[in-house]
């Protein structure tokens, strides 16, 4: 019996052990065919209390700075809540036609919310669960100010809050769908938003000001539509053959900065001079300017020295990462994929790929930095792509993890974010344990199973005893039916089966 229970344990931690930590089965596919586009949910808080959080409603040009640069082929939709929540960009495939549309309703974002339901708005942002397409991946994106707010009751919003983080948010998280929070002012619920980017594997951002929110967005964008960047050494970048397209983004903090761009043969852009193939979009904070069918060479983006700046490329010969995920604890050693594709392909030709300098770059929540030399420490896959070891982080924080592949005339780098967890996770409403204890479960199987056994034996004992009274009250009432007592005998009256067997 004992070794039954010992081996039953056993099985059982073993069982839970590999459900929590192996990926799903999604994951295993190759992940040299992979090739997943990316699917991006924006919910905006349209609340009442925006009046003042976002008073000049930058929310407004930070999205149509997002509509611009989602990438061609994705998908993306856009809703707005308060207290019912309301499509105000359908979800659909990005094209020019779903880009106009999403321009003109940038103008319908208010401050006319009641309450802030976040409950339905994540609901609604996942109306197809059941039917999505597996080759897209689908992240959400949340931007408030407050928190639950469903009812006038806060026990009913402590309960909707509660049901959120127990039962749709690990839902979401176990079917690879992060959702990434965005604090709007102090008086979002900061643990709770925080408490929902980590059940779903996401990150969590807080926005001092409105200002901020146009950077975060990017930052956002980055994660679930990572795109490939050229180099910037004081704001001169090279321009491949392979580059179709090239976009820059500029930000700055004053609201009269002077911004252009000098191609390599020295003509001149500026966003008040209309150029083919060159189109700008300016705001009080940013300025993004797109080139088509780019000349190749050096280019310069002239801007002030206190500006930052990236630039992105479409081209045919594109980098490629499978990145760690968004959120994850402590001393997990993790796993990148690197590659190259030439026209949709992945490139496999050694003498090709020998010509390459690939490098991964770790830079930690203190700034220090690490790096793998991938092309030295790693042979030349047949496959075309390279799998790294990441190594473990033992700090809490986010990482910034950068790809950076440099040829004789090609450079390339992406960038991608990890949030660190280290230790529990503070507690967001109910008193559940957010994390699964690190001491065996073999313990706590056992005691339950001796629990079992016990109640099992005082239940036996209790049925003995039971047994012996009724031996000793049908052995009184046989005494008593004897000739010569004084109570008569009474026909029909016989002990049953058990009480013969507990007789005998």
């Given at each position: 019996m004992k070794g039954s229970m010992a081996a039953a344990a056993r099985i059982l931690c073993t069982l839970l052990t590999l459900w929590l930590v192996l990926p799903p089965a999604a994951s295993f596919a190759d992940p040299v065919t992979r090739m997943m586009k990316p699917d991006l949910r924006l919910l905006i808080d349209i609340s009442g209390s925006m009046k003042d959080s976002d008073p000049d409603n930058l929310r407004g040009p930070a999205l149509e700075l997002i509509v611009r640069l989602l990438p061609e082929g994705a998908r993306a939709g856009v809703w707005i809540f308060g207290e019912e929540v309301e499509v105000l960009v359908p979800h659909r495939v990005i094209d020019a036609a779903w880009r106009e549309e999403a321009r003109r309703a940038v103008a319908q974002i208010d401050n006319s919310g009641q309450r802030t339901n976040i409950p339905a708005a994540l609901a609604a942002a996942t109306y197809d669960r059941g039917s999505m397409d597996p080759s897209y991946r689908t992240s959400i994106v949340l931007l408030t100010d407050g928190k639950v707010d469903v009812s006038a009751s806060p026990m009913a919003n402590a309960a909707a809050a509660r049901k959120l983080l127990q039962d749709a948010a690990p839902s979401l998280g176990a079917t690879g769908i992060p959702v990434h929070t965005i604090a709007l002012s102090d008086e979002a619920d900061w643990t709770f938003l925080r408490a929902l980017a980590e059940e779903t594997a996401g990150l969590a951002e807080k926005a001092e000001t409105?200002?901020?929110?146009?950077?975060?967005?990017?930052?956002?964008?980055?994660m679930v539509a990572p795109t490939a960047r050229v180099p910037l050494a004081g704001g001169s970048f090279a321009i491949d053959d392979s580059v179709e397209e090239f976009t820059a983004l500029i930000f700055f903090a004053g609201e009269e900065t002077s911004v252009g761009l000098v191609s390599p043969s020295r003509v001149r852009y500026r966003p008040e001079r209309a150029a083919e193939g060159v189109e700008w979009f300016v705001t009080g904070r940013f300025a993004l300017v797109t080139v088509s069918s780019p000349e190749p060479g050096q280019w310069q983006l002239a801007a002030p020295p206190d500006a930052s700046m990236r630039v992105t490329v479409i081209a045919d010969l594109q980098l490629e990462v499978d990145p760690l995920p968004n959120s994850m604890p402590a001393d997990r050693v993790g796993e990148v994929g690197i590659r190259l594709r030439d026209g949709?392909?992945?490139?496999?030709?050694?003498?090709?790929?020998?010509?390459?300098?690939?490098r991964l770059d770790i830079t930690g929540p203190d700034g220090t930095t690490e790096t793998i030399d991938v092309s030295g420490r790693y042979p030349i896959p047949q496959s075309g792509e390279y799998r790294v070891a990441v190594?473990?982080?033992?700090?809490?924080?986010?990482?910034?993890?950068?790809?950076?592949?440099?040829?004789?005339?090609?450079?390339?780098?992406?960038?991608?974010?990890?949030?660190?967890?280290?230790?529990?996770?503070?507690?967001?409403?109910?008193?559940?344990?957010?994390?699964?204890?690190e001491t065996s479960l073999a313990v706590p199987i056992a005691s339950v199973l001796g629990a079992i056994a016990a109640v099992g034996l005082v239940s036996l004992w209790i049925s003995r005893r039971r047994r012996r009274r009724r031996l000793e009250l049908w052995k009184r009432r046989f005494q008593d039916s004897q000739p010569g007592a004084e109570v008569p005998v009474l026909d029909g009256l016989r002990a049953d089966s058990e009480d013969q067997r507990g007789a005998s």
């Open positions: 409105a200002g901020e929110l146009t950077g975060i967005f990017v930052q956002s964008l980055e949709g392909d992945v490139l496999r030709d050694p003498e090709v790929l020998g010509l390459m300098d690939i190594p473990a982080f033992a700090r809490g924080g986010r990482y910034e993890l950068t790809a950076r592949v440099h040829g004789k005339t090609l450079q390339r780098e992406l960038p991608m974010y990890v949030e660190v967890i280290a230790g529990p996770a503070e507690s967001a409403i109910s008193t559940r344990p957010s994390d699964i204890p």
